[in-house]
Nanobody
Framework: HVQLVESGGGSVQAGGSLRVSCAAS????????MGWFRQAPGKEREEVAA???????NCADSNKGRFTISRDNAKDTVHLQMDNLKPEDTANYYC??????????????????????WGQGTQVTVS
């Protein structure tokens, strides 16, 4: 079965950087796509960034210029590099993925009903 495991969260001062990673296992091929989501206390879960099967990236407007999503196909790992962090970035960060064949659905990351796999989350705290 598919398993997603996040790592790299922690505490950082405003203006600092963190890189969180999501290691995937169980996909039968490397046509998977992956998204990063976050949820802060009292707020709804929101999309942060996504990377398509072909490597195309998408980032929320609030993160553009600060966050970069990338994939290492050799390691089945997706990274989210977060620079110039702000206190409002404090949240639990989750990686998630649909079935690989659903990666063809436009804007799949905005459709929670097709997102099948979630990691356990990693906490990012910016002070």
């Amino acid at each position: 079965h598919v398993q997603l495991v996040e790592s790299g969260g922690g505490s950082v001062q405003a203006g600092g950087s963190l890189r969180v990673s999501c290691a995937a296992s169980g996909f039968t091929d490397r046509n998977y796509c992956m998204g990063w989501f976050r949820q802060a206390p009292g707020k709804e879960r929101e999309e942060v960034a996504a990377i398509e099967s072909d490597g195309k990236t998408n980032c929320a407007d609030s993160n553009k210029g600060r966050f970069t999503i990338s994939r290492d196909n050799a390691k089945d790992t997706v990274h989210l590099q977060m620079d110039n962090l702000k206190p409002e970035d404090t949240a639990n960060y989750y990686c998630a993925a649909p079935e690989s064949f659903d990666c063809a659905i436009p804007f799949w990351w905005t459709q929670p009903q097709i997102i099948k796999y979630w990691g356990q989350g990693t906490q990012v705290t910016v002070s």
